[in-house]
Nanobody, 118 residues
Framework: QVQLVESGGGLVQPGGSLRLSCAAS????????MGWSRQAPGNQRELVAT???????NYADSVKGRATISRDNAKNTVYLQMNSLKPEDTAVYYC????????????WGQGTQVTVSS
């Protein structure tokens, strides 16, 4: 059974930082590209960052320069470090496993709420 379990969301003040974590089952982690997407109420879902199993990373323009995605292969965990947070970063953040061939999102975590507000 595929499991993606996120943690680390919460309430953060504008300009603050937080780190999201996602623990994945070992088979998924070794094969798939891992990523983070988000969805705010009334907005389309946005894929904000991905990291391939060779370490190659990619970021959406909306978070470039403020976000860092990383992975710990020993722990089967992927992280998203977000700095200089803005109110528009408020969303439910989802951990994803993406096909390394098609790039399609094949698996989703349950989501973790991030709220940026003073």
């Amino acid at each position: 059974q595929v499991q993606l379990v996120e943690s680390g969301g919460g309430l953060v003040q504008p300009g603050g930082s937080l780190r999201l974590s996602c623990a994945a089952s070992g088979t998924i982690f070794r094969i798939y590209t891992m990523g983070w997407s988000r969805q705010a109420p009334g907005n389309q879902r946005e894929l904000v960052a991905t990291i391939a199993n060779n370490g190659y990373t990619n970021y959406a323009d909306s978070v470039k320069g403020r976000a860092t995605i990383s992975r710990d292969n020993a722990k089967n965990t992927v992280y998203l470090q977000m700095n200089s947070l803005k109110p528009e970063d408020t969303a439910v953040y989802y951990c994803n496993a993406l096909s390394p061939v098609s790039g399609n999102i094949n698996y989703w975590g349950q989501g973790t709420q991030v709220t940026v507000s003073s």
